[in-house]
């Protein structure tokens, strides 16, 4: 037979295990995703980060772009630098939502 110290042992062991399934359920992560690439002498940064979605380019040659543009509301932002300087374009999105990311340069 099981003494009582145990039994209690258990259920609290129990306790805390639910509790920590609980939890993990309902913790809410940030959604983080994000992509490098180095197009045409370029650096172009771009993904999603706490509620914003964004593209950063920099080029040390050339007068270059970046945009972000909503696949839900088409909202836009358009960033422009000269060479050595980087541009920067950043929108608000809402959970789920899906963006576009673009660079350019002259």
């Known amino acids: 037979m099981v003494s009582r110290n145990r039994k209690k042992e258990n259920i609290t062991k129990k306790s ?19 992509w490098t690439q180095y197009p045409d002498g370029g650096v172009w940064a771009y993904g999603y980060r706490s509620g914003e979605a964004y593209s ?3 080029h040390g040659k050339k007068y270059h772009y970046s945009s972000v543009i909503s696949r839900k509301d088409a909202d836009s ?3 422009e630098a000269e060479a050595t300087k980087t541009s920067y374009a950043t929108i608000k999105i809402g959970k789920d939502e899906k963006a576009a990311f673009y660079y350019d340069y002259d």
């Open 56 to 58: 950063n380019y920099y």
């Open 16 to 34: 805390f295990a639910l509790l920590g399934a609980i939890l993990t359920m309902f913790t809410v992560i940030p959604t983080v995703a994000a």
């Open 77 to 79: 932002s358009r960033g």
